[in-house]
């Protein structure tokens, strides 16, 4: 856990909902000639109103007609589990089909970023801002558990999101 986190709080009594298992997710590099998100990223809908005890629904990325504005949408990208709205607040266009890249200065990474396809903005993927505009795409916040029912020579861990809260 990272004690020394320059994002938002979480929201008070905000819920931590399972997303399944790290492994599942499997890590995007720029060393694929395509870094689309689509093919490893996993959609889940968490309505505003979810408790603890509503599990999350893992949605169809492909599904066309699907509401994205209560998705969530979970990577892994260069080792670190990112989750992120998959609504793009700018056009709600699905950001699964989006690309990722690095956000450089002088050939040092300085962050990481996103594309959303439809109008080529981008979203950098820790802080949520956007290259142009006043659009702030939505960070979740990313915990990796021991699962509960694991053997001792599992590594695995379970990944679990929940909302951060919106300040303004």
């Not at 093919?39 to 005890?53: D, H, L, R, V, Y």
């Not at 890249?101 to 962050?111: K, N, P, R």
Request: aromatic share 10%; with cysteine.
């Amino acid at each position: 856990m990272n004690f020394f986190s320059f994002g938002r709080p979480s929201q008070p009594g905000a819920a931590w909902h399972p997303v399944g298992l790290a492994s599942a997710l499997p890590d995007l590099s720029l060393d694929n000639e395509d870094c689309q998100v689509t093919q490893a990223c996993k959609a889940f809908t968490i309505p505003k109103t979810a408790g603890p005890q509503d599990a999350p629904v893992e949605a169809d990325i492909n599904q066309p007609g699907e509401d994205l504005k209560d998705q969530v949408l979970v990577f892994k990208y260069k080792g670190k589990v990112h989750a992120i709205d998959h609504q793009c607040p700018h056009q709600s266009f699905p950001l699964s089909k989006g690309s990722l890249f690095d956000i450089e200065d002088f050939g040092i990474t300085l962050s990481a970023g996103i594309t959303c396809p439809k109008h080529a903005w981008s979203f950098d993927i820790f802080s949520g801002q956007a290259d142009r505009g006043n659009y702030k795409l939505k960070i979740w916040e990313v915990q990796l558990r021991d699962p509960l029912t694991s053997t001792a020579d599992s590594t695995d861990k379970e990944v679990w999101v929940r909302r951060k809260q919106r300040i303004g």
